[in-house]
């Protein structure tokens, strides 16, 4: 079993920055694919980044491109989501997961991913 607890989400307004963390404890290593989704209120969920086993490569959706940057510690098996330039359309519950089995690159199907936390809400003001 593999817990994550997501922290860091609040309310900004537009422009502003958020970082976003999530923990890991249980049965797992720091040697898995891991991911950001968030899911607005009447919408599914979307992937948002994405961060290989060792770090090397990283995806992101289109729309948070050159705004978000994805970022692993191995030592503390921890991953973040430093928010940029957010919008009000960045609102949303984000969502860390982890990914036991992709062996190479990053996936961005949420059906790919195992395990996920509770979610973290981001609420961008105009």
């Known amino acids: 079993q593999v817990q994550l607890v997501e922290s860091g989400g609040g309310l900004v307004q537009a422009g502003g920055s958020l970082r976003l963390s999530c923990a890991t404890s249980g049965r797992t290593s720091s040697s898995h694919t891991r991911a950001w989704f968030r899911q607005a209120p009447g919408k599914e969920r979307e992937f948002v980044a994405g961060?290989?086993?060792?770090?090397?490569?990283?995806n992101y959706a289109d729309s948070v491109r050159d705004r978000f940057t994805i970022s692993r510690d191995n030592a503390k098996i921890t991953v973040y989501l430093q928010m940029n330039s957010l919008k009000p359309e960045d609102t949303a519950v984000y969502f860390c997961a982890v990914d036991l089995h992709t062996i190479t690159g990053v996936p961005t199907n949420a059906g790919e991913y195992d395990y996920w936390g509770q979610g973290t809400q981001v609420t961008v003001s105009s």
């Open positions: 961060i290989s086993r060792s770090g090397g490569k990283t």
